[in-house]
């Protein structure tokens, strides 16, 4: 009698330890979990504020730019700073050299160079083919000062400077990143299909355009989508080649205008202008972002990854 | 005899016909290389042994250049000690900032894509913008940490405009815009075996131990890429520090591509820049080196045989 409830009394408190233990764990998972997402909510406040505060900051007039503590929320907003800022300054002249005259140029002749190159360096076979690839691998290495000053002097003898061209052309020879890129990519295209097509007397040129490039399209849209967003956001580039200012592209007159307004000393709506500009400026690449998220992402780890 | 002999000759034949098709396809590439790359390369050496200011023809001068920027350059120090403090510290604090907000992204979290998307963000921002935003939530009176600080009566931080804070102040930022090694980084951690954890877990560990002993090694690979891409990007660190600072505050922030760029364009010092710039590249290729010999002993390659 006395052992029987013993052992049932011993086996109760087993399972309340247990059954306990079971209420610890899942209360610190439930701590774990909302620390966790405090931190994240956190995070994403220094991430968001600061392009907050640069479309708050673009509705402002004087009054609500110098002020202490600031104005988080503008009122009344001044909408009419974004037409009033992007006119006044010429802003759709610099919108139109970035697209027109450097973005879509370049994206174009980066995506058809890269995609002809990364063909000859997957799909064919022909002797020398993987040393040459290794060395259009190794270029990347090169840092970009190496070769900036002979080049200058190049574009500056062939009288491309304060035009698009030292930008433009180049492109046009396709870029060692994006080669490496697509040839990842046709590399998983199975060999056959391309047998198949030379049976039926397809020439090389007809099995890249017909075949290869339709079914590599996310990877192309990968290639056009990062190089329209670096040609959008480049500073570097123009500002070697590009001093005149009708020519500007928007990265170059986003910076000028801050010269001007700062020109002036602190001239009125100097701040409000400025984020107003900026603010355009983020703007396609935001709804571009948001568009191709995925796409993007993907291009991301697998440019990183497969490297 | 006959019959090798044409069969061997058809071969060579298609070999060649392959060899030009080829060199057909990727001639694009191949025009750019030896215009673009090579010719720039050879030309940066030689000039970077001559005086050549564009308005006169290069004047040979030996190992000048060189000599001069490591002994008589009186900026020369100073951007090199900032250049190595700013690469030194915002590659692996860029790394380990970006790994940790991966990890937490990995977690079981609420609307993932949407924090993910989020944290990506300022990576594809234009720098100008990057740059125009922080002037103005950096500036010491009216930008909007100072005037929160101002409002609750307490004194402000100059970030930008002290030479003490310019620099970390940049890094920073630079933390701020880890977008890319985030998303890499997360791909990595997707691709830790669920089986490893599970293993752990019956063993007892904790979330700690797991992170560290399974989590960190298995990405061990792709630090070290995010690692080399944040030393190479460091060393050329150039729009950010040229708009935000100028170099300065009394050339604090006077890094190396800024230093090399004022040679070429501002003095026109086209000599004394390519020998910069050759400098530069030895610095990298040494690092890079290095890291790489150093990743034997820290890197766990988990397809290799021990």
């Known amino acids: 009698m006395g052992t029987k409830a013993q052992v049932s009394s011993s086996s109760t408190a087993v399972t309340l330890e247990k059954r306990e233990r079971a209420h610890v764990r899942s209360v610190t998972a439930l701590i774990g979990a909302v620390l966790r997402h405090l931190l994240l909510i956190i995070l994403a406040l220094s991430f968001f504020l600061p392009f907050y505060w640069m479309a708050s900051s673009a509705l402002k007039d004087d009054s609500q730019v110098y002020t202490i503590p600031p104005v988080w929320i503008p009122n009344p907003a001044h909408w009419n700073n974004f037409p009033d800022a992007w006119l006044q300054y010429n802003f759709n002249r610099y919108m139109v050299n970035t697209v027109v005259r450097y973005a879509l140029p370049v994206t174009l002749g980066t995506t058809l160079a890269s995609a002809l190159v990364a063909y000859g360096f997957s799909r064919l076979h022909w002797p020398g083919r993987d040393v040459l690839f290794f060395i259009c691998l190794m270029t990347m290495m090169i840092p970009f000062q190496v070769t900036m000053v002979p080049l200058f002097i190049v574009f500056k003898h062939l009288d491309w400077l304060n035009s698009y061209l030292p930008l433009v052309i180049p492109s046009f020879c396709g870029s060692p ?10 590399m998983t295209i199975p060999q056959e299909i391309s047998d198949a097509a030379r049976i039926d007397g397809a020439s090389e040129f007809g099995i890249l355009f017909r075949i290869i490039l339709p079914l590599a399209r996310p990877a192309l849209t990968v290639v056009a989508l990062f190089q329209f967003m670096w040609a959008w956001n480049d500073y570097l580039g123009p500002l070697i080649y590009i001093n005149k200012e009708a020519l500007y592209p928007l990265a170059l007159a986003i910076n000028q205008l801050r010269s001007i307004l700062a020109g002036v000393g602190i001239s009125p709506l100097a701040y409000p202008y400025l984020m107003a500009v900026s603010t355009v400026a983020t703007i396609p690449i935001l709804i571009g972002f948001f568009f191709t998220q995925r796409t993007f992402i993907e291009g991301i780890s697998l440019t990183g990854m497969k490297g | ?24 396809f990727i001639s694009p590439w191949l025009i750019g290389f030896l215009a673009f790359t090579l010719y720039p390369l050879i030309a940066s050496f030689y000039y970077s042994f001559t005086r050549y200011d564009l308005l006169s023809n290069p004047v040979f001068l030996g190992l000048r250049n060189f000599v ?49 998307a989020l944290f990506f963000f300022p990576a594809i921002v234009p720098a100008v913008v990057t740059a125009m935003v922080w002037a103005f939530l950096l500036n010491v009176q009216y930008g ?38 985030i998303v890499i980084f997360l791909a990595s951690l997707q691709d830790v075996p669920r089986s490893l954890y599970e293993a752990a877990t019956v063993d007892g560990a904790n979330a700690w131990h797991k992170f560290w002993h399974i989590t960190v090694p298995m990405c061990t690979p792709v630090i070290l890429f995010n690692l080399i891409m944040g030393f190479i990007g460091g060393f050329q660190n150039f729009t950010l520090p040229w708009l935000l600072t100028q170099g300065g505050p009394n050339q604090a922030t006077e890094f190396y591509s800024l230093f090399l760029y004022r040679n070429a364009f501002s003095y026109f010092r086209m000599g004394k820049a390519s020998a910069l710039a050759w400098i530069l590249f030895v610095i990298i290729v040494i690092f890079t080196v290095a890291l790489f010999r150093s990743s034997a002993r820290w890197v766990y390659y988990s397809g290799a045989e021990e």
């Open chain 2, 1 to 24: 005899m006959s019959v090798t002999l044409s069969k061997r000759h058809r071969k060579s034949a298609a070999r060649r016909r392959n060899l030009l098709l080829g060199l057909l």
């Open chain 1, 177 to 186: 990143y994006f080669i490496f890129m697509l040839r990842q990519f046709f």
């Open chain 2, 68 to 116: 001069d920027i490591f002994t008589e350059d009186p900026h020369f120090g100073q951007v090199m000690y900032n250049t190595v403090y700013y690469v030194g510290l915002s590659a692996p604090l860029g790394v380990i900032a970006a790994f940790l907000m991966a990890s937490l992204l990995n977690t079981r979290i609420v609307g993932r894509s949407a924090f993910r």
């Open chain 2, 144 to 181: 909007a940490i100072n005037a929160t600080l101002q409002g609750l009566g307490l004194s402000t931080i100059p970030f930008l405009s002290s030479p003490r804070l310019a620099k970390p102040s940049l890094i920073l930022i630079h933390m701020w815009a880890q977008g890319n090694a």
